[in-house]
């Protein structure tokens, strides 16, 4: 069958379903000409322009074939492999399809035939290797690519005292086989999709098939194939912007996030979907809740009391980074309600700046601080704390500023950020903290109410992607 011939037949099927303007590339199909191949390659494929898109010629059994791989992605080592295959090739031994050819002169493991010229790009701008031989009316894929990837160590954010050292990466096979290697069920399935017009990004979605809630899989799978984007720009973030629109007003985190392996393996026999996306290194854990973002990895390598002790720790110290400070400011507007054991936390220097002021401004340093830190060369990052600490601290209450309760208070805010696992949920809490304060310094107890009472319905109305409540307990 000849191009025009497949154009016709594309055109007639796009008038009948009303698809004219559709691409007509992805009704192309490979051609018995090894020339008419290559003109089509060359013509959609910038080989002349880009220069790790390589077309390699060579002569397999007495006929022209041509290679086109990514530099970069082919591993040398397997290509001379099947090179030195190739030429051991003669005319007699050719096969009469291309199918027949992958059978018995191919020597590699993945290996799958094509015949469509969409599907062939794909392949090869996913790095693997297509070879087009003259006579077949099919492409040769062979998967014999490999990806750029650090090793496994464990992640810098999520670590645990106990338990493995390994961490997802930007792979998605390595992370897919890091919970192979810790799940040996048959059940376990690994269902893999692209999202993306212009990325084409790789997705895998995880799960145990006889633990997993149907109707949450059908809804996830459902919403993936509904994705209209061009890109995952952002990766695991703009998929989850894709996946659920949040609102503006409710920071609260809709997803959990972990770059642990054996913490996404304990989800997945919880009956939980993990989705996995090519070049991050984090899993997206659904359906997620408050009591899982709290939960770390040491909560599970203690024993029982120690790691319900931590949880319960977790919970209070974070209840404290939200009310410590506006009840402070509360206390400090109305002296009378305070009783008379705690007196000693009244401000006793002479007050420069308004409590609120000082407490919005050090909220803002802190944040400036902790960006400060992130952007600073970590042989610098020790000492430049050490003289920020010593500097913003000893001489901005000496100077009239700040005062030393005050400074105190934010102290302990801003170490209690650290003891949450999900970096969402601490910045969550810090605008509940944020607005209650605002809310008590211009309305004082009744803005202190209001403030509580917006708190309570951020966090209630807050709706996961199953449509459940964010308190809601999984019965696993």
Not at 42 to 63: A, Y
Not at 64 to 72: E, I, R, S
Not at 352 to 373: F, M, S, Y
Not at 456 to 463: E, F, H, R
Request: charged share 20%; with cysteine.
């Amino acid at each position: 069958m000849s191009y025009q011939d497949v154009d016709e037949i594309a055109k007639k099927a796009a008038q009948i379903t009303g698809m004219e303007d559709m691409d007509m590339q992805e009704y192309r199909l490979v051609s018995a000409s090894l020339q008419e191949n290559v003109t089509y390659v060359n013509e959609m494929l910038p080989v002349e322009d880009s220069f790790d898109i390589v077309q390699r010629n060579i002569v397999i059994g007495g006929r022209n074939a041509t290679f086109y791989f990514v530099d970069g992605f082919t591993k040398d080592e397997s290509m001379l492999k099947l090179m030195d295959s190739f030429f051991s090739v003669t005319e007699e031994d050719m096969p009469a399809s291309a199918t027949a050819f992958s059978k018995k002169c191919v020597p590699y493991v993945e290996v799958d035939i094509i015949g469509d010229f969409d599907q062939i790009f794909r392949n090869v701008l996913s790095g693997a290797t297509c070879l087009f031989i003259d006579g077949y009316e099919a492409c040769i894929v062979i998967d014999c690519r490999t990806y750029p990837a650090r090793s496994v160590e464990e992640p810098d954010k999520d670590k645990s005292l106990r338990g493995s050292r390994d961490g997802f990466v930007e792979t998605i096979v390595f992370n897919t086989a890091l919970m192979r290697r810790r799940i040996r069920d048959t059940h376990l399935t690994m269902k893999m999709t692209e999202v993306g017009k212009s990325s084409r990004t790789d997705v895998a979605v995880c799960y145990m098939s006889d633990r997993v809630d149907q109707e949450l899989l059908k809804k996830v799978m459902e919403k993936l194939s509904s994705i209209n984007t061009d890109a995952l720009t952002m990766n695991q973030q703009s998929l989850a912007e894709c996946l659920m629109k949040r609102k503006w007003y409710n920071p609260f985190p809709k997803f959990k996030f972990t770059e642990r392996p054996d913490t996404a393996a304990a989800c997945l026999l919880e009956g939980k979907v993990v989705i996995l996306v090519d070049n991050s290194p984090s899993a997206m854990i659904l359906p997620t809740s408050v009591y899982d973002m709290i939960e770390e990895a040491n909560d599970y390598y203690f024993p029982t009391l120690t790691g319900v002790y931590l949880k319960v720790t977790r919970g209070i110290i974070a209840f404290l980074t939200v009310f410590l400070t506006p009840v402070y400011l509360l206390f400090m507007q109305n002296l009378k309600w305070l009783p008379e054991m705690f007196t000693f936390v009244v401000v006793r220097d002479m007050v420069n700046v308004p409590l609120i002021w000082q407490l919005l401004i050090l909220e803002l340093a802190i944040d400036g601080l902790r960006l400060a830190a992130m952007n600073t060369p970590s042989m610098l990052s020790t000492p430049l704390s050490v003289i920020a600490g010593l500097v913003l601290g000893e001489f901005s209450v000496s100077s009239g500023w700040f005062n030393s309760e005050i400074m105190l208070g934010m102290a302990f805010v801003a170490v209690a950020n650290y003891t949450q696992p999900n970096f969402e949920l601490g910045y969550a809490l810090k605008f509940m903290r944020l607005q209650l304060l605002i809310l008590t310094a211009l309305f004082n107890w009744i803005g202190f109410l209001a403030g509580i009472l917006i708190i309570i319905l951020s966090v209630c109305t807050n709706k996961t992607l199953t449509g459940r409540s964010y308190l809601h307990i999984s019965k696993n």
